[in-house]
T-cell receptor, first 113, second 115 residues
Framework: DGGITQSPKYLFRKEGQNVTLSCEQN?????MYWYRQDPGQGLRLIYY???????QKGDIAEGYSVSREKKESFPLTVTSAQKNPTAFYLC????????????FGSGTRLTVV | KQEVTQIPAALSVPEGENLVLNCSFT??????LQWFRQDPGKGLTSLLL?????REQTSGRLNASLDKSSGRSTLYIAASQPGDSATYLC??????????????FGTGTRLTIIP
């Protein structure tokens, strides 16, 4: 079955560490997105990519980095520069140049310890 | 800048009742609107996608309507069940040229169906 796989489901980070969240899709979607979700707040866009080897900052990109070397993969690195990284992270994908909607992964919960 | 609002933030209804969830947006120039469901600690599941040229979409007990000119969408759930308990989010895609697929999300309505 086609879908989006996020791993790990739970991740713990020590202060000053960089961690990388994985997102893989086999839907042949062109565009991929990373969102952050905090309690009581809506989803906020971190980064997005509409094509391989290209990505754009979203609304809250500071302290995060991404790469898009393959169409299927869009990993997110949470760097030590992100001062409040504890949150639920969601990856999504969509087809560009179509009227289709988004498909989401099951999320990664990151906690700073 | 597009803003999406969902009111109320939380809603509790007895099992079996029909209910309506509301979504409003400030910029009527949208391409489509998507309703999602989110269970606690889980990702988002797409429920209905309604294009700007459509007035409504139906899937089972769910019916979504769209009034683009007034900036409003509703999600109607018929004969509610405890399994419908979840947070429901709406999201709009801007109506600019192809290639702009960034969605703007509402903050959601947390629905509880009381057995």
């Amino acid at each position: 079955d086609g879908g989006i796989t996020q791993s790990p489901k739970y991740l713990f980070r020590k202060e000053g560490q960089n961690v990388t969240l994985s997102c893989e899709q086999n839907l042949n979607h062109d565009a991929m997105y990373w969102y952050r979700q905090d309690p009581g707040q809506g989803l906020r866009l971190i980064y997005y990519s509409q094509i391989v080897n290209d990505f754009q900052k979203g609304d809250i990109a500071e302290g995060y980095s991404v790469s898009r070397e393959k169409k299927e993969s869009f990993p997110l690195t949470v760097t030590s520069a992100q001062k409040n990284p504890t949150a639920f992270y969601l990856c999504a994908s969509s087809m560009t140049l179509t009227n289709y909607g988004y498909t989401f992964g099951s999320g990664t919960r990151l906690t700073v310890v | 800048k597009q803003e999406v609002t969902q009111i109320p933030a939380a809603l509790s209804v007895p099992e079996g009742e029909n209910l309506v969830l509301n979504c409003s947006f400030t910029d009527s120039a949208i391409y489509n609107l998507q309703w999602f469901r989110q269970d606690p600690g889980k990702g988002l599941t797409s429920l209905l996608l309604i294009q700007s040229s459509q007035r409504e979409q139906t899937s089972g007990r769910l019916n979504a309507s769209l009034d683009k000119s007034s900036g409003r969408s509703t999600l109607y759930i018929a004969a509610s069940q405890p399994g419908d308990s979840a947070t429901y989010l709406c999201a709009v895609r801007p109506g600019s040229n192809f290639g702009n697929e960034k969605l703007t999300f509402g903050t959601g309505t947390r629905l509880t169906i009381i057995p």
